[in-house]
Structures are given as structure tokens and as C-alpha cells.
């Protein structure tokens, strides 16, 4: 994949970590059907490129993350109902097989579908300026496929409130915090080198165990009990065949661990 070709975003690979920037500040980084195109296209480039360990997601601009979907050019959806997907899929790296860590970097407005890349992302860092909702309703639209997967990450009541409310409300970046959406709240200046930071970390580590980490722990929402920690002993033995450890931690650099 020639990454210079993509026209929605800019992807930029250093080292083992490939940086994507929503690059429609124009259009508060909605999305498009083109966006979409170059997405799905993109998760299948980094799941399949060895070199990849780690994707940083943020934004251009100065409002928004992304507000969703472009409501003035739309998006395609099959005039045949029995051919009909989620159009939000071709962003959502988990549904596309990605399996490689990815850290949204949020600041500004994130609305309605940008709701497919944090409802998958494993780490969310937020500048205190962020802003997250939902306007489906408030338009007439019934809001389904982002509060879904957003259902799997917060409390089913902050869900509701955020869908119930639409334009009416807004949850702040601090809010976001302290129900476990994000993990950390940033000033707004620190943002994008706390994501490379983080991004660096994980891609330092061994990527066969981080990549079956991350599939275990994501597949076991979707199963019970039992059938998780199963599939969990499945993965272990896939990546660490020999049941010993691979990293020598006394052979590494060390640096001081941080207290969040």
C-alpha cells in the first residue's frame, strides 16, 4: 500500500509506529465514503505489515476529533436490504481483523460515528478540551450502532444519556475519565507526544505477545465465561509456545515505570 496515496488522512510510519491523522479539518474530520474506502484499506495494510506494532489515531484541526459521518455528502448504504452492512465497519479495525494496538488521540469535538474508531481503540487519551456525544436523535435518527459498541466500554446509563439527550449535552474529557473511557486527561499541547509516547512503549514489547493479548481480550466480550478463558489458553500457547518468557528484563534498558 503507498501510503503517500490516501486523501483523507495522513499516515506516517517511524519505527514501529504508524501515525494516522483524520486530515479533513475542513469538514471537522467527518467521514466519507472515500474515508471509508481508504480505511478499510489501511487496517488491512498495518494488520498485514510486520514492521506496524502500533497505530496512533488523531486529528487535524483545531475543533474536532471527528463529528462522524459527513452529513452533506451522506454515505452509501445498498438499496437492496438484504445486502445492507454497517458503513462503519471499513473503520472499525477490529471488524476488519486488526489486531495490532491502536491509541486514539482525542481533543475537540468527538460526535456520533467517530464513536467506530474509540468504540475500538485499546487506550483513549483525551486533551481536557474534548468533548463526546451524540446527535443522532436530535436529528429524527434512531441511534443504534455506535451506542451498541459504546455499551461494551462505559455503563449502559451513560450510554443512554448521551443517545437520550443528542445536542442537548455534552460529556467533558474529565467525565470521560471517570467513567473509564479514557484513560488519561492531557492539556491540549501534551496530547499528540503523550500518544507517541505511549504507542512507543507498547511497540517496544514483544508484538506476538501484545497482538494475542489484545485478540484474547477483545474476543472474550463476545463469548461467556468458560469459552473466553478457553480461547485466552489458546492464544497464550500460540504466542509463547515453550511456556517460559521471552524477554529477558535484566538484559532491556530499564527506565522508571509510571504511576498513573
Given at each position: 500500500m503507498d501510503l503517500d496515496?490516501?486523501?483523507?488522512?495522513?499516515?506516517?510510519l517511524d519505527g514501529n509506529v504508524l501515525t494516522v491523522t483524520l486530515d479533513r479539518p475542513e469538514r471537522m474530520n467527518s467521514f466519507t465514503d472515500t474515508m471509508r474506502a481508504e480505511f478499510r484499506t489501511l487496517w488491512e495494510h498495518v494488520r498485514e505489515t510486520d514492521d506496524i506494532h502500533v497505530v496512533v489515531l488523531r486529528a487535524a484541526g483545531e475543533r474536532a476529533f471527528s463529528t462522524g459521518m459527513d452529513t452533506r455528502e451522506g454515505?452509501?448504504?445498498?438499496?437492496?436490504?438484504?445486502?445492507?452492512?454497517?458503513?462503519?465497519?471499513?473503520?472499525?479495525p477490529k471488524q476488519n481483523g486488526c489486531w495490532k494496538p491502536l491509541v486514539a488521540a482525542v481533543h475537540g469535538l468527538a460526535a456520533g460515528g467517530a464513536l467506530y474508531w474509540l468504540?475500538?481503540?485499546?487506550?483513549i487519551i483525551a486533551s481536557d478540551d474534548a468533548q463526546f456525544f451524540d446527535p443522532h436523535v436530535s436529528y429524527g435518527i434512531v441511534a443504534a450502532l455506535e451506542p451498541i459498541g459504546l455499551a461494551h466500554r462505559i455503563p449502559i446509563g451513560e450510554v443512554l444519556r448521551m443517545v437520550l439527550l443528542g445536542l442537548d449535552e455534552r460529556m467533558s474529557a474529565e467525565r470521560a475519565r471517570e467513567i473509564g473511557f479514557v484513560s488519561e486527561v492531557v492539556d491540549r499541547t501534551d496530547l499528540w507526544s503523550r500518544a507517541d509516547a505511549i504507542a512507543r512503549r507498547i511497540a517496544a514489547k514483544p508484538p506476538a505477545a501484545i497482538q494475542g493479548s489484545v485478540r484474547a481480550i477483545w474476543e472474550s466480550r463476545d463469548t461467556g465465561r468458560s469459552q473466553a478463558l478457553a480461547t485466552g489458553m489458546a492464544y497464550t500457547s500460540l504466542g509463547n509456545p515453550i511456556g517460559k518468557a521471552q524477554v529477558n528484563r535484566s538484559e532491556v534498558a530499564t527506565r522508571d515505570y509510571e504511576v498513573r
Open positions: 496515496a490516501l486523501t483523507t488522512v495522513i499516515a506516517e454515505t452509501f448504504i445498498s438499496d437492496n436490504v438484504f445486502s445492507r452492512r454497517d458503513p462503519g465497519i471499513d473503520l472499525s468504540n475500538e481503540s485499546d487506550i
